[in-house]
């Protein structure tokens, strides 16, 4: 009896004394609240980091539409030198990430080649005649010819490149790295005496 009474009293002791108890319930906490911040963070940066690409390649775009080089430079250099400050230099832009095609009106953009479907099958198939529109001996899907364009042409711009997360814990939620894309389409302005 006495031992069930010394159990009871410790019993009692124990549940009123509440040192520490915070410590366990952080402890509980702190891996989901961690989680959170990181996550907030992670995709906070995505989010900034494809507004800025967005934003630059506006700007980009804008200045490859006016035909101009400056002295000593290429249009090429300086689209990817606007890109590079725009995103801070977080990401790596560099000229394989930027794809530019040029087309002579907004209805072929992202177009095929036009053809014959000579086997009515509703396909290109090799074989069939078409017209090369880009110039580069085969068929292609996007008639698009590469490059900045000329005076009055339509001009799409596409940069992809990768993102690796600061932290990872969410790589195998959202993959690492994260791909960042952003496009826009301009028709060039009327420089020389090349008239629209």
Request: aromatic content about 8%.
């Amino acid at each position: 009896m006495k031992k069930v009474r010394l159990l009871k009293t410790f019993v009692s002791k124990v549940r009123k004394n509440s040192d520490g108890s915070a410590l366990i319930e952080f402890a509980f906490t702190a891996p989901l609240l961690i989680f959170t911040i990181v996550g907030i963070m992670e995709f906070s940066m995505i989010m900034f980091l494809n507004a800025s690409m967005e934003g630059g390649l506006r700007d980009a775009a804008r200045f490859g539409a006016t035909g101009y080089t400056p002295t000593g430079l290429n249009r090429e250099q300086v689209i990817i030198d606007k890109l590079q400050n725009s995103t801070l230099g977080l990401v790596p832009i560099e000229p394989e990430n930027i794809t530019k095609l040029a087309y002579s009106d907004f209805s072929e953009v992202g177009q095929p080649e036009p053809y014959i479907d000579a086997n009515s099958s509703g396909s290109y198939d090799v074989g069939e005649e078409f017209t090369d529109v880009n110039g580069n001996g085969q068929w292609d899907v996007d008639m698009g010819i590469p490059g900045l364009g000329g005076p009055c042409d339509v001009v799409v711009y596409r940069v992809e490149t990768q993102w690796t997360l600061l932290l990872g814990l969410l790589a195998e939620t959202i993959g690492n790295p994260v791909t960042i894309k952003a496009s826009t389409a301009v028709r060039n302005e009327p420089w020389g005496t090349v008239p629209c």
